[in-house]
């Protein structure tokens, strides 16, 4: 083998430390032809005759660069076994042994796409690793661009750390004490122009990991140079190894005892381990230091928050924005803790003003999140783009842009964003993920829902096969990796694709602590657990429920976000309601809701948003449920009961659920019958003065395919007729509809109007100029059957095969008004134009309806369904 001298150090440091620890198994994954042109002699990247004198099995897969097939080269001399000839990385992640070593090198400079290649072989034998697997990876010298391909930053992540780094970079988990007499003496060679000027410039490039190494050459020539001690320590702080961070920061201060920020940063480091008291007195002598010294003030504010001071944060922090306006770390923390005590449109106002005193990136993305995140979509795509003008490559701006542009059905420019943040961050696996399962809100033909859901079905079967990246729950939920919410509205059976789903994300968060409860016997907690932005359905959906639950059998406890308490707080009139507030983080949350020792946790929603999505995985109660407010199944293998009615749910349904299905023997909402509302007259809407109106007040959505032919065979058998949808708060539905509509209905699409979005007062007012109203195919009404049945109106429904397609139709037949439930699209059109024309039927049926109602408003019984269930479940996990 040729010496070349910038590279074979690596090759025998890396089998001089194989032989040290015993590895007998290498893989190594080269490209043909096996030898490379260094520039100071040919160096074969094949070296598996070095790996096999260290007496180790060599298994080599030769691959191509290139995308499309990878043909293996045929076995050499070199190689003691070959892959198979088919896919390389397949025989990779079935490879039967442990691996010692995971060798990545082999394509030329510049060859598209090698350092992705790199990136899924190191996927693909993840799981083979174990406590001393090294890997080498090649051309990470900075002639190379100095990114160790994609692999480091995900192996830095695995508890890997850098041996050495140069021409090639060794990564290892052993411990330093074992490979130190092995290392010294073949490098790092480090290169002629590293000097801690370079290393600090490195540094602020976000080459942390070459600036490391710099740091530590310096130190070998001056092993008390108090700028590298820091500045190394500092590098190893970012990449998480606190407790070193703090023994070379200390060694910075023992030399320089007058320098403010190093006090600062190792007050950080103590900080991030949990030890607040020592860290605030760190912070509080940086500022003795230097008084105006505005990262330190803001890191005090940090500390007293984390010791529960929010009073005095908050005026710290505010002194630290007075420093400097712009100050990110404060205008960020002042924010959250103003969210947290329910001001949110205060919280959006200090990043508003901050960023009006100087543009700030990462001040706009922050506002961009919080609007993101309290559904304000049009605004936050317009901040995400002010990032992107300020730093056009800011990537997790271009993967938020495009998520608030598919809530904005902008679904061509959603994916445009997210192609964009993919190639800029190719390693963000998750955001992979959330661009293959993207898809239209609302879709032209249900052949085009049946395609959408086969490559959907086709994605995840492909993820599946893949050992997963580490991740934790804030990168799952950053990255919005959840379900389509919007599968529910399909007609299909969901159960498959979201029990895929859910094995996805559940092989993240595989080792999570069995939860205890309260411990209670007599009286079980019971939590009913609601996401920020969903408490207005929760409180319409379960505040007659709260307010009614045997307190002698059940203490009921809130789970909400720290914005949510006082919404919830003023609506619910029950004496000793309990409140366990969170933060919107992931791992906030889990540790908060996991503190609350809840006997049953009731998430009133699974997949709305990628919180409420995520937290189940976490196992917080020994009994997890939800029920109507998911819609469908959650297919997330902890949530044991899914509670439904026997009046919706057809024969077979546990079919349709991952969940064990609990009946209720009634429907399951408590609610009263509205006040009425002032009439006004059709001119208030623009609509015609004549003529039967057919209205659908459903989110526009749910509006199927299948819809189109009943508006068609209505408008058809009406001809003076007009329909009234509600198009939403976004033109871009409303533009969808409209060019659906007149492909499907067409010579009658102009007698369909789309309204936008209405106030609630308007609402009630346009359903009682209803001549009929009409529910949707395949998802019904939900909570708004009530608005509609207050006012006595007639609805035709249609029920379909699942639960949400049987609401209606259940309390048509709970209130004995049958006529209004039809069998098949004919009947559905022959109906609705019936009562919508026929005056006197229609009375008659008002009249029935109003007899009616004393059996679905105000349903005690359903109070008693919620509690046989809870006794029922609790008996089966004791306290």
Known sequence: MAEGKSVFPWYQATAALLKRLGGKSVVEVVSPPYG????????????????????????????EAASGETPLAEPTAQTDSTATKANPFESLSAFDRPIDLLYLDGWPVGTPGYQERHLEAYQAARGRFHDQTLVLVGDTARDYGGKAGLVLPAALQERFQVLLWGSLTLLGRTSPARVRDVLPRVGPPIPDDATFDEAIRLHQEGLAWEAEHIYRAVLKQWPDHPGALHLLGVALHQRGDHAAALRLIGKAIALEPGKAVYFNN???????????????????????????????????????????????????????????????????????????????????????????????????????????????????????????????????????????????CQIEESRQCLDRAIALRPERSLWRLRRATLGPALFRSGEEIDAYR???????????????????????????????????????????????????????????????????????RIGFLVTQRHEGIFLRCTKGILERLDGEDFEVVVLCSYGSVDTIRKEVRREGLRFVPFPTSASGAVQRIRDAACDLIYYWEIGSDSLNYLLPFARLAPVQCTSHGSLITSGVPAVQYFISSELTEPEGAEDHYTEKLWRSRTLLMYEGRLAPVSPVSRDYFRLPERGALYVCFQNPLKLHPDMDALLRGILAADRGGTVVLLAGQHQRVAAFLAERFARSVPGDCGRIVLLPWLKRQDYYRLLQLAGVILDPPHYTAGSSIYDILSFDQPVVTMPGQFAVARVTAAYHRKMNVPELVASSPDEYVKTAVRVANDRDYRLHLRDRIRAGGDAIFNDSEAVREHERFFREVLARHPG
């Not at 042109?37 to 030769?62: F, H, I, K, M």
């Not at 599946?464 to 990796?481: I, K, Q, T």
């Open 36 to 63: 490379a042109d260094c520039g100071d002699g040919t160096v074969p990247l094949s070296a598996a005759a070095l790996w096999r004198n260290c007496g180790a099995e060599v298994c080599s897969v030769a691959i």
């Open 266 to 408: 190792y007050g950080a480091a103590l900080h991030v381990l949990g030890r607040y008291v020592e860290a605030l007195a760190c912070f509080h002598h940086a500022v003795q230091l230097h008084p105006n010294y505005a990262d330190a003030v803001a890191n005090v504010g940090l500390a007293q928050e984390s010791l529960g001071q929010d009073e005095a944060a908050m005026a710290t922090l505010r002194r630290a924005m007075e420093l400097q306006p712009h100050h990110p770390d404060a205008v960020k923390r002042v924010a959250e803790l103003l969210q947290k005590q329910g001001k949110e449109d205060e919280a959006l106002r200090v990043y508003e003003t901050a960023i009006a005193a100087k543009p700030h990136a990462e001040l706009s993305m922050n506002l961009a999140n919080m609007l993101l995140y309290s559904g304000r979509l049009d605004r936050a795509a317009n901040k995400y783009q002010e990032v992107i003008d300020l730093k056009a490559d800011h990537a997790d701006a271009w993967f938020n842009k495009g998520i608030a542009c598919q809530g904005l």
């Open 454 to 524: 086969a490559e959907l079905d086709r994605t995840l079967d492909s993820r599946l096969a893949s050992p997963p990246v580490r991740a934790g729950w804030n990168d799952l939920m950053l990255a919005e990796a959840l379900p389509v919410f919007n599968l529910a509205y399909h007609g299909r059976n969901n159960r498959e694709l979201k029990a895929k789903f859910a094995s996805l994300c559940e092989a993240y968060f595989r080792d999570q602590p069995e939860p205890t409860g309260s411990g209670m016997t007599q009286r079980r």
